[in-house]
């Protein structure tokens, strides 16, 4: 499967979880070898459900590389070159930090770390293994993580207006912080229905603000729920409803096939945007005063932001909004609409956006 993958041009990436099940071959091997994070009291069991797993300890060296050879022998000699490392903080049923223990310390001093840690393991893996070009989609990371070639998403988010605008800021606070790859479920991870229009106009508004992202990736669990098939894995296994762009009709599908093209017209762009962040520490995307540090109103906009020093994105951020205000900064700078009108910067216009349209100006 992997080769044929390969052949159609698409990197198969697996999912990993960092979390142990006491049904596990590897669970009484990892425990003797104090591989697994400890706890000072009550059950061992770091969350409900699912065999009541235990986290490996991703601060413990030797717990890395057991972990990595698991990978390696299962998925990365059949060919799997890029790895999904979820539940990375880690996850607790019971946030008790006070009682987990790890190799590098107790989690209030330390937990923070585990990230970061997490994903050094497979960079280190990867690296030693001959792979040069390593980026991991990671769900959580902590200051250095970068340097492993961490993607980070923000999580299992919320399908709603509120989580979209938070995500706007995750990212340009991200880049800031020296996390040029950032990305983020469009349309929410959790709930959403595609044959709900509301919903519909939160996915496309999501989509069209993805196009500007550094990666943009369509992920989330949608309603309702489908069978469940076989008779292992849980409730979690339960697979949610359709979610490709063709699942929430013939409007919503040309949109986004529209900004899909978008996207890859971009792509040489976008590319030179990775690259000035690899060599200088640029972000990909920024807040409006990291190219016009001196222009005082770019540092109070919130929802707007520069795609690399050309593009000025201005999402929809509203359900029913068709309207909104666009700063144009730079009073010697001159931005083209996408209907090819040139304005002087300076200035603040108000502009249409109908459902089809996200608000972007060029800098001339």
């Known amino acids: 499967m992997v080769a ?14 960092p979390t142990v099940e006491k049904g596990s071959e590897n669970y009484d091997e990892m425990l003797r070898r104090g591989l ?13 459900g699912r065999g009541y797993p235990i986290h490996f300890d991703a601060t413990n060296p030797e717990a890395r ?32 930090f006070d009682i987990y223990r790890y190799a590098a310390g107790p989690n209030l ?37 970068q340097k492993y070639g961490a993607l980070v998403w923000s999580g299992d988010i919320a399908s709603s207006w509120s989580s979209l605008r938070n995500q706007l800021a995750a990212g ?24 709900d229009p509301e919903f519909r106009e939160l996915f496309v508004r999501w989509f069209q603000w993805g196009t500007f992202c550094p990666v943009m990736r369509l992920h989330g669990d949608r309603e309702p729920k489908q069978p469940r098939l076989g008779t292992t894995g849980g409730s979690f296994c339960l697979s949610g409803g359709p979610n490709e762009v063709w699942s929430y009709g013939d409007e919503v599908y ?70 909104r205000e666009v700063y144009l900064p730079g009073e010697s700078e001159k931005w083209k609409a996408v209907d090819g009108t040139v304005y002087n910067g300076g200035a603040t216009l108000t502009v249409s956006c109908p459902l089809d349209t996200m608000p972007i100006f060029v800098r001339q």
């Not at 997490?118 to 250095?144: H, P, S």
Request: aromatic share 14%; net charge negative.
């Open 172 to 195: 340009l606070n991200m880049g800031i912080a020296g996390f040029a790859w950032f990305t983020t479920d469009i349309g929410g991870f959790h709930g959403g229905i595609p044959d």
């Open 4 to 17: 044929e993958l390969k052949s159609l041009n698409i990197e198969l990436m697996v999912s990993i979880w």
């Open 254 to 323: 040309n949109i986004c096939e529209k900004y899909l093209r978008i996207r890859e017209e971009l792509r040489d762009y976008t590319r030179s945007l990775m690259r000035a962040a690899h060599e200088t520490g640029d972000p990909i995307m920024r807040p409006c005063f990291y190219d016009f540090p001196a222009n005082g109103k770019c540092w109070t906009l919130e929802d707007q932001y520069m795609y690399g020093p050309k593009y000025l994105v201005a999402p929809i951020l509203s359900p029913g909004q068709r309207q």
């Open 109 to 145: 001093s330390v937990g923070n770390i585990y990230p970061h840690d997490y994903t050094k393991g497979f960079y280190e893996g990867m690296k030693e293994a001959g792979q040069d070009q390593i980026v991991n989609l990671v769900r959580c990371a902590w200051a250095g993580s």
């Open 65 to 96: 590389k057991f972990v990595w050879e698991a990978a390696k022998r299962n998925y990365y000699n059949k060919g799997i070159k890029v790895f999904w490392l979820d539940e990375a903080e880690p996850e607790y049923s019971v946030y008790d």
């Open 36 to 48: 697994l994070i400890r706890q000072d009291r009550g059950i061992r069991a770091a969350m409900e």
